[in-house]
């Protein structure tokens, strides 16, 4: 496994904006508190290995995969605890933070509090 951590809290703002926008910010617990609104905030450490596309991407029990990474996804996440997830259904991350996953999605219910996320 590359990665396992826990969404510690859903902003009031962020199913909004995953459907509208079908992304949102997840950051590092203690990093961005004055966006707590606006991101999905987790517990846990960084990933042991780098991201790759083609990695399995699990969101509380919905399996997802890494479809594209920006240039910066993993230096980024290593040196500042965040990156963009994007469900959106491209096929080229939209920066160079973003994690773009398979799948467009109407229902995001799999994103909540306490879910847990691994990357393998």
């Known amino acids: 496994m590359k ?3 826990r969404i510690s809290e859903v902003g009031g703002e962020v199913k909004e904006l995953v459907e ?3 992304q949102f ?3 590092i617990e203690g990093k961005r508190n004055d966006m707590r609104d606006f ?3 987790f517990d846990g450490g960084f990933p042991v290995e780098p991201l790759r ?3 399995e991407f699990m969101i509380g029990g919905t399996n ?3 479809v594209a990474l920006g240039e ?3 230096e980024h996440i290593k040196n500042h605890g965040a990156c963009t997830v ?3 259904g491209g096929l080229a991350p939209s920066g160079p933070c973003v994690i773009m996953l398979d799948g467009a999605y109407e229902n995001f219910d799999f994103l909540r509090d306490r879910a847990v996320i691994t990357v393998k």
């Open 86 to 88: 994007d469900f959106s």
């Open 20 to 22: 509208s926008s079908k």
């Open 53 to 55: 596309e083609g990695d």
């Open 3 to 5: 990665w396992k951590i």
């Open 72 to 74: 910066q996804v993993n």
């Open 64 to 66: 997802l995969y890494i």
């Open 25 to 27: 910010d997840l950051v």
């Open 39 to 41: 991101t999905v905030h």
